[in-house]
Structures are given as C-alpha cells and as structure tokens.
C-alpha cells in the first residue's frame, strides 16, 4: 500500500445543495421548471430529503464519519421572497444551520446561488435582465451582514457556465433560452454579480475566504480537434477563470473528461465505462483541471469543491475517489496549492433534469421514510478525513 499524506489543515468535506435537498423549495424557477407540463425534468424535486428539518442529524452524522467540513447553500427564494422583501424567519433559519454545522465540528462553506433563482427574478429576465448585478449584489449583503460572523468559507455562485450554456444557449434549464446572445448576456452578468458579489461578501462581518466555482471538465482534442477543444474551453472556462484571478480561492468542480473532434463533442469512447449520468468513469479528469485552474487564474488557490460520481455500485465509487485524489496529491507535490476536497454528494439527491435516479451519495435516502443509510464509501471516505491521509494500492 502507498500512503498518501496531505497538508495539515487540509479541508476533509462533502457538499449539498439547498434545492437539491430541502424540499418544498417552491418559490423558486426550478420548482417551476419542474412542474411545466412540457418540461425537461424526468420528476419533481418534491419533499426531497428533508434535510431542511433533518440537517442536524446529517451533519452529526458526517462528523461522526470524520469530515471536517459541509459545503451546502442558502436558498435565495426563502431569504428575498419578493424583490426588496426579506425573511428574517429565513435568514434565522440559516444562521441556525451555519451555527448547528459549527457545534457539530464542521467548517461551514456556504454557496450563496446554487442554480436557483426567485420567481420574480425569472419573471423580469433572470440573469439575461442586467439588473440581476445589482440585485445578486444586494441579497449578498443582505445575507452576509446577518450570517457573515459564522460563515467559514463562501462561495458566490455555483457552476454559471453551466446555467449559461444550459439555460439560455440549449434551453433544457430554467429560463428554457436557446440563444447565443442570450448566453453570451448571462455570462457576462454571472461574471459582473460574480465580482459585485465578491466585494459585498469580503465588505461585510467575518473573516472568510471568498471564491466561485466553476464546472470544468478535461478537454481533449481527437484527430485534430485543437482548435474546437480551445474555442469550448475558452467560452466554457477560461472566460471565468480570467476573471477571478486575485481571489480567495477557485472552487473546482470535475466529474469527467470531453473528447473534442474538429465537429465538436464526442460520444463516450468505446471501450470506457460510463456513469449513471451518461460520461465516462474517468477520475484523472480531476487532476488536470486542477492543473489548468492554477495555470489560467496565475495561481488563485484551489479547492475541490466538487467531485464524485452517480453509480449504483459502490466499489466503484470508492475506485473513483482514490484515483482521483492521487491526481490532488500528484498536484500538491508539484507545489499546487490545493487547499481541500468536497465529495459529491452527501445523500443521494434530486439531481436537476435527472431528477432521483443518479445516486451521487454517501448516504442513500429512503424518500418514502427519510431513513439515511450509509454506503460503505461514507466510512472509507470519512476515515481518509480523520487520517488526512489515504492508502492506496
């Protein structure tokens, strides 16, 4: 066996998403989405997990695995119900949450837009309209100046490239644009809300590090794909990455490769297993977008804020992360500064148009009685946080 030892306080954590597991999450675009009669959504996110009321519970749980840390979201749609209106009941909620995830010996890294957006800001335009900027910006100082004090870490938006290209270039997302101008606008003001969202987070009570994260995959070009490889990568990343150099941190986000022709995507290669979510089983991908998030944001720090796989076998989960991580511990070698891993995901969730059938967790979820049961994986990853160390053959 090779033990693989990383850095004293490395971050051990797995991560959530407020619509993906709250339930009855309805004031928002995707419950809207969900429920149109010629939607993309295989089912409704419905009661989902009910960690809304259980998140106690699941955060004892996942300290008592050994992480040190949760990464989930605050729900847009309950604090600014209405433009201009907002919930204390709601803001308490939360800082109840960020509290109870600190008594439970859990750093707190809290995303303040994870894909969701309020109705009323999907009715004016969403983030096509731009005065999204100004009014991200004022729910962030908003939030920050009442949940700020207790926050460990902060992420502003969670993957834009992906609502980008997915709600307003192919339609399948919320608000259902299929548009280049209409992306081209969306990912100029994610960008904008991104910076203005920074600055009111960094403005307001606590000491935290501040960053976005960004969905990246490892692009490789097939029989002369070069230049269609660079055109994806520099529409997809590096137009986000440019744009955070000099923050805190850039969260990563990696689940597979992309094969690119000069036609464009690739279908899976033969040969290659793939996941419940379609792509290949390819966990090296997670070494090499490290390596490009440092190289394109001229060092920002990085943190794996997101990596894991849909399976129903859970060896092959277990398979996936140490071949992933021995690409984190290759990057840290090479004096990357990688300052921690988040697994995708801590229960097995609502999974956007999927909706429950891929099983990205640690714990399974029976969603007729809430019953958490650990997968054999939740303990293999959990001592690997209690270790900070990983043995591998």
Same mark, same amino acid.
């Given at each position: 066996?090779?033990?693989?030892?990383?850095?004293?306080?490395?971050?051990?954590?797995?991560?959530?998403?407020?619509?993906?597991?709250?339930?009855?999450?309805?004031?928002?675009?995707?419950?809207?989405?969900?429920?149109?009669?010629?939607?993309?959504? #295989?089912?409704?996110?419905?009661?989902?997990?009910?960690?809304? $009321? /259980?998140?106690?519970?699941?955060?004892?749980?996942?300290?008592?695995?050994?992480?040190?840390?949760?990464?989930?979201?605050?729900?847009?749609?309950?604090?600014?119900?209405?433009?201009? =209106? $907002? !919930?204390?009941?709601?803001?308490?909620?939360?800082? /109840?949450?960020?509290?109870? &995830?600190?008594? !439970?010996?859990?750093?707190?890294?809290?995303?303040?837009?994870?894909?969701?957006?309020?109705?009323?800001?999907?009715?004016?335009?969403?983030?096509?309209?731009?005065?999204?900027?100004?009014?991200?910006?004022?729910? &962030?100082?908003?939030?920050? =100046?009442?949940?700020? *004090?207790?926050?460990?870490?902060? &992420?502003?938006?969670?993957?834009?490239?992906?609502?980008?290209?997915?709600?307003?270039?192919?339609?399948?997302?919320?608000?259902?644009?299929?548009?280049?101008?209409?992306?081209?606008?969306?990912?100029?003001?994610?960008?904008?809300?991104?910076?203005?969202?920074?600055?009111?987070?960094?403005?307001?009570? @606590?000491?935290?590090?501040?960053?976005?994260?960004?969905?990246?995959?490892?692009?490789?070009?097939?029989? @002369?794909?070069?230049?269609?490889?660079? #055109?994806?990568?520099?529409?997809?990343?590096?137009?986000?990455?440019?744009?955070?150099?000099?923050?805190?941190?850039?969260?990563?986000?990696? +689940? %597979?490769?992309?094969?690119?022709?000069? *036609?464009?995507?690739?279908?899976? =290669?033969?040969?290659?297993?793939?996941?419940?979510?379609? +792509?290949?089983?390819?966990?090296?991908?997670?070494?090499?977008?490290?390596?490009?998030?440092?190289?394109? %944001? =001229?060092?920002?720090?990085?943190?794996?804020?997101?990596?894991?796989?849909?399976?129903? *076998?859970?060896?092959?989960?277990?398979?996936?992360?140490?071949?992933?991580?021995?690409?984190?511990?290759? &990057?840290?070698?090479?004096?990357?500064?990688?300052?921690?891993?988040?697994?995708?995901?801590?229960?097995?969730?609502?999974?956007?148009?999927?909706? +429950? /059938?891929? %099983?990205?967790?640690?714990?399974?979820?029976?969603?007729?009685?809430?019953?958490?049961?650990?997968?054999? !994986?939740?303990?293999?990853?959990?001592?690997?946080?209690?270790?900070?160390?990983?043995?591998?053959?």
């Amino acid at each position: 066996m090779t033990n693989l030892t990383f850095p004293d306080g490395f971050v051990w954590g797995t991560a959530s998403a407020a619509h993906q597991v709250e339930g009855s999450n309805w004031n928002n675009d995707w419950w809207l989405w969900e429920h149109m009669p010629d939607g993309h959504c #295989a089912e409704p996110s419905g009661d989902a997990c009910d960690h809304l $009321f /259980r998140y106690p519970d699941d955060m004892a749980m996942l300290a008592d695995l050994g992480f040190n840390a949760y990464r989930f979201s605050i729900e847009w749609a309950r604090i600014e119900p209405e433009e201009g =209106e $907002f !919930s204390t009941q709601w803001l308490d909620h939360y800082r /109840r949450m960020i509290a109870t &995830c600190r008594e !439970s010996g859990l750093r707190p890294i809290v995303t303040f837009h994870h894909f969701t957006s309020p109705r009323w800001v999907h009715d004016d335009g969403s983030w096509e309209n731009p005065a999204i900027v100004d009014r991200f910006a004022r729910y &962030c100082e908003r939030a920050v =100046e009442h949940l700020g *004090d207790l926050i460990g870490t902060a &992420c502003t938006i969670n993957e834009p490239n992906v609502v980008a290209i997915y709600g307003y270039r192919v339609g399948v997302f919320p608000p259902g644009r299929a548009s280049t101008e209409a992306r081209a606008k969306a990912t100029d003001h994610f960008i904008a809300g991104h910076r203005r969202a920074f600055e009111a987070l960094k403005a307001g009570p @606590g000491d935290f590090p501040v960053g976005l994260t960004l969905s990246m995959a490892d692009f490789q070009a097939v029989d @002369g794909g070069e230049w269609r490889r660079d #055109a994806y990568r520099q529409k997809m990343e590096d137009v986000y990455l440019e744009s955070c150099r000099g923050d805190d941190f850039i969260g990563v986000q990696t +689940y %597979t490769r992309e094969r690119i022709g000069p *036609d464009g995507r690739l279908a899976p =290669e033969e040969g290659v297993p793939t996941t419940l979510m379609g +792509y290949e089983f390819w966990p090296e991908a997670l070494e090499a977008t490290i390596r490009r998030a440092w190289e394109v %944001t =001229e060092q920002v720090p990085v943190f794996v804020t997101e990596n894991g796989i849909g399976t129903e *076998d859970d060896a092959s989960r277990i398979e996936y992360v140490g071949r992933a991580l021995e690409g984190v511990h290759r &990057c840290i070698e090479d004096g990357i500064e990688v300052t921690g891993y988040c697994y995708w995901s801590c229960l097995d969730n609502f999974e956007w148009l999927f909706g +429950y /059938r891929p %099983t990205f967790g640690l714990v399974a979820v029976d969603r007729e009685t809430q019953v958490r049961t650990l997968k054999p !994986s939740a303990s293999w990853i959990g001592a690997i946080a209690k270790a900070n160390a990983v043995d591998l053959p």
